[in-house]
C-alpha cells in the first residue's frame, strides 16, 4: 500500500508540474486575435540584443514556428502596463527571460525592422513606444511578446517555437475583468482635436524634451504635397532645433524616418516616405552643415500613422519626417 500510494503521489506531481507548464499565457481580457501564422517545421532567429552597428545577436530556434498577433481596445494602456502582465506569467510559468528592451533601448528603428514583425494593419509598431521581450523554457522551446500601441489600441504579437512533436505554448484571452483604461493625457490632441500618437516638435526644447523621452521626434512645420517629395519652405524651426541638438551631441546619429498618407499603394508610398526623408537630410546637409555621415534617410509609408487619415487635416500631419536617435553614443 505505501509503495502504491507513493506512486500516486509522484504521478500527480508529475501532473501537476505538466499542467502548470503547460499553462496558457493569458492576455488582456478585452484582446481579440487577428492574425496567426505557422510553420510545422520551421527556424526563427530570435533577438537577444539590442541591435547594434553591426546588427544584433540571436538564437537559432527550430520546430513548430507560431505567430499569432492580438489587439486589445484600452485605450491609454501604455506598453509597460500591456506588457508587465505578460511577463509575470512567463516567469510564474518557468519561462527564463533572455533579454528584454524599449523601444530607445532597443536600437528603435533598426531593431524594429531587424525583427520578423507580422503586417500592418494587424500588428502597429511605433517606432518611439515599444517594448520586446524573448525568453525560453527548457532547453528548446522559445517564445517572443512585441508590444506596441497606437492612441486608442493595444497591439501584441506573439512568436512562440517548439521542438518537433510538441506544441507550440497557447495564448489566449483572459476572462477576468476588462483593463481599466488610462488617463486620456498619455494621447496628445492634435488639429481639429484629432488624437495623435506623437506631438510634433519644433523648438529647441521640444525636440530635446522628445529626443530624450521617447527617442524620436516628428518636426514640426514640414510640408508635402499629396504624391510629392518637394520640400516645402517651411519648418526651418524645428530643423535648426535639430541641428542645434546634433551640434550639442556629437557623438549621436540620426535617422531621419519619412511617413505618407494612406492615399495609393504601399510600394510606392515607402518610396515616396524614402525620398521626403532624403529631401529633409539633403536640407540639415546643405542648410544647417550637419555632416552627411550623422545622417540616414528611410521610409515606411503610411505604416505607421499619427493619426486617421480619414481626414485633409489628419491626412497632412501624416505626411511628415521624424528624427529617429540612434542607440550608441
Not at 90 to 110: I, P, T
Not at 244 to 271: F, K
Request: charged share 20%.
Amino acid at each position: 500500500m505505501t509503495q502504491l500510494r507513493l506512486i500516486l503521489v509522484l504521478f500527480v506531481s508529475l501532473f501537476a508540474t505538466a499542467s502548470v507548464a503547460q499553462d496558457p499565457l493569458e492576455l488582456p481580457p478585452v484582446s481579440r486575435m487577428v492574425a496567426e501564422t505557422g510553420e510545422p517545421l520551421g527556424s526563427y532567429e530570435v533577438p537577444v540584443s539590442p541591435w547594434r552597428s553591426d546588427g544584433m545577436d540571436t538564437l537559432r530556434a527550430e520546430g513548430e514556428v507560431s505567430r499569432k498577433v492580438w489587439q486589445v481596445d484600452a485605450p491609454g494602456r501604455t506598453t509597460m502596463a500591456l506588457m508587465a502582465p505578460l511577463v509575470s506569467q512567463l516567469q510564474e510559468g518557468g519561462w527564463d527571460v533572455l533579454f528584454r528592451c524599449e523601444a530607445r533601448a532597443c536600437g528603435g528603428f533598426d531593431f524594429r525592422y531587424a525583427t520578423e514583425v507580422a503586417p500592418e494593419p494587424d500588428m502597429h509598431v511605433d517606432l518611439g513606444d515599444y517594448r520586446f521581450l524573448a525568453a525560453r523554457r527548457g532547453e528548446a522551446q522559445y517564445m517572443t511578446l512585441l508590444v506596441s500601441r497606437s492612441a486608442g489600441r493595444g497591439f501584441i504579437q506573439v512568436t512562440t517555437v517548439a521542438p518537433e512533436g510538441e506544441s507550440t505554448p497557447r495564448t489566449v484571452a483572459s476572462t477576468k475583468s476588462p483593463l481599466p483604461s488610462g488617463p486620456a493625457s498619455e494621447a496628445v490632441s492634435g488639429a481639429e482635436g484629432m488624437v495623435l500618437a506623437a506631438p510634433p516638435a519644433g523648438t529647441e526644447e521640444d525636440v530635446a524634451a522628445s529626443l530624450a523621452g521617447a527617442g524620436r521626434a516628428v518636426l514640426a512645420g514640414l510640408t508635402f504635397a499629396t504624391g510629392s517629395a518637394d520640400l516645402g519652405a517651411g519648418g526651418e524651426e524645428a530643423l535648426g532645433a535639430l541641428a542645434s541638438w546634433m551640434s550639442v551631441n556629437p557623438g549621436r546619429e540620426i535617422v531621419l524616418v519619412g511617413h505618407t498618407d494612406a492615399e495609393g499603394g504601399l510600394a510606392g508610398n515607402v518610396s515616396l516616405s524614402s525620398r521626403r526623408a532624403e529631401a529633409v537630410r539633403q536640407r540639415l546637409i546643405d542648410g544647417f552643415g550637419i555632416a552627411a555621415n550623422r545622417l540616414r534617410a528611410e521610409g515606411v509609408g503610411y505604416l505607421s500613422p499619427l493619426t486617421s487619415n480619414d481626414s485633409e487635416a489628419g491626412r497632412q500631419l501624416n505626411r511628415r519626417v521624424e528624427a529617429v536617435a540612434s542607440a550608441g553614443g
